[in-house]
Structure formats: C-alpha cells, structure tokens
C-alpha cells in the first residue's frame, strides 16, 4: 500500500541546535518533493521544493536532501530558534496529485 | 497581495443542510485543489482542478461536489453534510504549464462542525 510517514509526531530540541526531520515514502515515484510550515489555526506555507534529480536544497538555514533509492528526504533547520517552531509537512508532488504526511510538531526550547 | 481567500472561516451546521465553501485566488493559478485535514491523518486531497471545467476526484472525494466556472474561484459543495465531515478544510492553488512544478498556496482554512 502507499505510505507516506513522517519520522515522528513530535519533535523537542534545544534553541541553537540542527533540527532534522524525516519523511518516508512507498509505493509512490514523486517527481519532486516539497516542504510545508503550518502554524496552529492557520493554512499550510510552502517553504522547499527538491527534484527527484537533486540531492539537495538550500536556503538560508534551511536544507533539504531527497534520496529516490531510500525513498526518503530529509529535512534540516540550523541554528534552531523558538520562532521555528510549528508543524513540518512533506508532500509528494506526482503532477496532478499531491499527497502530504501526516506532519512533524517541531518545539524549539530557549 | 497575491493570496487565497477562503469563506466562512467557522461554520457550525446540523447533518442534512446543504452547504457551499467558497474559495477564490487573485494569481491568475491554473490548479486549485482542496483538502481536509483531521488530527493523525494529515491532509487529504478531496478535489482538484486543472483548468475552468476540469475537475477531478482527490483520495476521499465521498460526499462533496466542486465546480470550476471561472479561473479565480473553486466552491466545495456538501450537498448533504455528515458529521464524519467535520474538519478543517483548505483550499489551495498553484501556477502550472510546462515542466515547471510549483508550490500550492494555500487559503486560511475553513473549519466545519456538523452536528
């Protein structure tokens, strides 16, 4: 069956510290990959986008690596600060249909 | 400011009573999409739209109806709402054409309670 999971439901790291967060997938051949922000209350904000041809992305403190044979991509924040907490969402983009992970509730502890 | 508005915000509504969210994008985006998203599973694509006239049924598509008369807007009709359709609802759209793959932009949510 098709997966798509997210390495944990919650995740609680120090300020300052790389946060890294995981998505898995199966049965699925995404074209490419994105990353998504949600705050509570509030829609979905795109952050990344990594092509099944790219090993990795990065902006600013953020970096993302997409590996097809593992399935998987990680996702990093460097330098973690409290402002970056919120839920992480990875989607798989296969064209007309996207499918999201159920998301990464990321704190940042001062 | 390029955005995607999404109408009403909070609805409170009892099984049976036919009810319409409205969505609409000022960018000009070929595809609109919506969603459910409920705790544990995640968003769930319900509809989407490739162009005016085009649209297609998402993973759980049971219970709605969509239309895409204009470009700019993507309505979600449940002709007769459940309260297995409580959720949180959004809408979203992104830019297509050629080999170019795109974000979604997504509306502020819309959440449902059906009673």
């Known amino acids: 069956s098709q997966k798509i999971e997210q390495n944990s439901e919650a995740l609680n790291i120090q300020e300052g510290k790389t946060a890294t967060l995981t998505c898995n997938y199966t049965?699925?051949?995404?074209?490419?990959l994105q990353w998504y922000r949600q705050d509570p209350g509030r829609g979905p904000v795109f952050l990344l986008l990594?092509?099944?041809?790219?090993k990795e992305k990065r902006k600013e403190r953020l970096k993302v690596t997409f590996d097809t044979t593992l399935k998987q991509s990680l996702f990093h924040i460097t330098a973690s600060q409290p402002a970056d907490s919120a839920t992480y969402l990875c989607?798989?983009?296969?064209?007309?249909?996207?499918?999201f992970g159920a998301g990464t509730r990321l704190t940042v502890k001062p | 400011e390029a955005q995607v508005t999404q109408n009403p915000r909070y609805l409170i509504t009892v099984t049976g009573k036919k009810l319409t969210v409205t969505c609409s994008q000022n960018?000009?985006?070929?595809?609109m999409s919506w969603y459910r998203q409920d705790p544990g599973l995640g968003l769930r694509q319900i509809y989407y739209?490739?162009?005016?006239?085009?649209?297609d049924k998402g993973d759980v598509p049971e219970g709605y109806k969509v239309s895409r008369k204009e470009k700019r807007n993507f309505p979600l009709i449940l002709e007769s709402p459940s309260p297995n359709q409580t959720s949180l609802y959004f809408c979203?759209?992104?830019?297509?054409?050629?080999?170019?793959?795109?974000?979604?932009?997504f509306g502020p949510g819309t959440r449902l309670t059906v009673l």
């Open positions: 989607a798989l983009d296969m064209g007309n249909d996207m499918r």
């Open positions: 049965n699925y051949s995404p074209a490419y």
């Open positions: 979203a759209s992104k830019r297509t054409g050629g080999l170019t793959y795109n974000e979604q932009f």
């Open positions: 739209s490739m162009n005016v006239e085009v649209t």
């Open positions: 990594i092509r099944e041809n790219e």
């Open positions: 960018m000009n985006h070929e595809y």
